[in-house]
């Protein structure tokens, strides 16, 4: 992993600092948040850049708005909530660059707070500009991305940004979730047992192939395990399957094979006759699903053997729900194992898409050792992937170690 500095390493007194963070949270109808998780996970970074006495400028992206200035999406809600959480006035900036930003940030003393408008607001923050990113640098000393989330997407604020900041560093979230992550897959204490499940294979292909190379123990269930299954020569009536994929799935069981992984997959599960909350369900073995009925989510069976596999692990990584855990009929083979993971002694991380949602409804995110706040950067990591994010800070402090 490519290694960065971290805001903890850089003098920050009195000093202009702009936090890259990601506060994309959700909004209700009404337009207010649904969910602060992403706010709360920057605050240690803000605070002590505070407590370092610097000027704190924020920037984030909201929604897709695609270059267009448009209201809904404006920060405003987040910079109330973030005042309430700091216990400090965070004054809201008309926009995220030019003259009347740089007039408020020049105003600004020590131990201040302004949030910029929505990056997303011109269209060059996605084209990763180079214009844009030194009109952001423009505007600070220090440059600090803590956005994990958006970490694994090239844009101004994350990458031509620290073209122009000599002094460049993550953030505490950002460190946290790279050292868990690192604990995970770089160094693991083992056994390391991998739970991937989710819709469908294609989305995860490349995840598994780099996760055959680093655990001993790989479980597959939810709607991708059925394309494994027919691999292996299963009838599996409606149940999702890529058949497009069948080739590439029998060649991950001969390398798990290879490589003496252990592949665990469902033995049973429980059918549906339709996609549906209210269709009619049985808990079926595996080898007899009916011809027109699909399996919606692994059965009990499955879900003694998953947790029997688990019982050793020192190290569990978990993407991707067991079934279709949305319709209550099909979310018990998820809530059991958020049950196993969450008591397990072992080091357990999630990330990536739904299962957090699965763990959060469960009331066990406490018991977690840590939730990933970044889907698809998350995913990024788990395919062995460099996060682009990531590569221009530690080029950045490459070009800086030159310059000294
Ligand atoms: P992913 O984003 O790939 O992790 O997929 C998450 C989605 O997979 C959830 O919305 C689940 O409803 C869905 N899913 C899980 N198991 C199945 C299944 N057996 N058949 C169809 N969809 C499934």
Request: proline letters at 4%.
């Amino acid at each position: 992993m490519e290694d960065i500095p971290y805001i903890n390493e850089l003098d920050l007194k009195g000093k202009r600092v702009l936090i890259r963070a990601d506060f994309n949270v959700p909004l209700d109808e009404k337009g207010n948040i649904s969910d602060d998780t992403r706010i709360r996970g920057v605050l240690p970074t803000i605070n002590y850049a505070l407590d370092e006495g610097a000027k704190v400028i924020l920037a984030s992206h909201l929604g897709r708005p695609k270059g267009k200035f448009i209201p809904e999406m404006g920060l405003a809600t987040v910079a109330k909530r973030l005042g309430r959480l700091l216990g400090k006035e965070v004054k809201m900036a008309p926009d995220c660059v030019g003259d009347e930003v740089k007039t408020i940030i020049n105003y600004m003393g020590q131990g201040e707070v302004v949030l910029l408008e929505n990056l997303r607001f011109h269209q060059e923050e996605e084209k990763n500009d180079e214009t844009f990113g030194k009109q952001l640098a423009e505007l600070c000393d220090v440059f600090i991305n803590d956005a994990f989330a958006t970490a694994h997407r090239s844009h101004a604020s994350n990458i031509a940004i620290t073209h122009h900041v000599p002094e460049c560093a993550g953030g505490f979230l950002m460190n946290k979730e790279m050292s868990y992550f690192e604990k995970a897959l770089g160094n693991p204490m083992r056994p390391l047992v991998a739970i991937i499940g989710g819709a469908k294979v294609s989305g995860k292909i490349e995840v598994l192939e780099n996760l055959i190379d680093k655990v001993d123990k790989l479980l597959i269930g939810g709607g991708m395990a059925f394309t494994f299954l027919k691999a292996r020569g299963y009838d599996v009536g409606k149940s999702l399957v890529e058949n497009d994929l069948l080739d590439m799935a029998g060649k991950i069981i001969e390398k798990a094979k290879t490589k003496g992984v252990k592949l665990y997959m469902p033995v049973d599960c429980v059918a549906a006759d339709r996609f549906d909350a209210a269709a009619e369900t049985k808990v079926v073995a595996i080898q007899e699903i009916p011809p027109d009925w699909m399996g919606l989510d692994i059965g009990p069976a499955t879900t003694m053997l998953f947790s029997a596999a688990l019982e050793d692990a020192k190290t569990i990584v978990w993407n991707g729900p067991m079934g279709v855990f949305e319709m209550d009929a099909f979310s018990r083979g998820t809530y059991a194992m958020v049950t196993t993971v969450a008591n397990s002694y072992a080091v357990t991380i999630v990330g990536g898409g739904d299962t957090d949602v699965a763990i959060h409804r469960a009331g066990d995110s406490a018991k977690i050792s840590y939730i990933s706040t970044g889907g698809g950067a998350f995913l990024e990591l788990l395919e062995g992937k460099d996060l682009p994010a990531i590569s221009a800070l530690h080029k950045n402090k490459v070009k800086q170690r030159e310059v000294t």
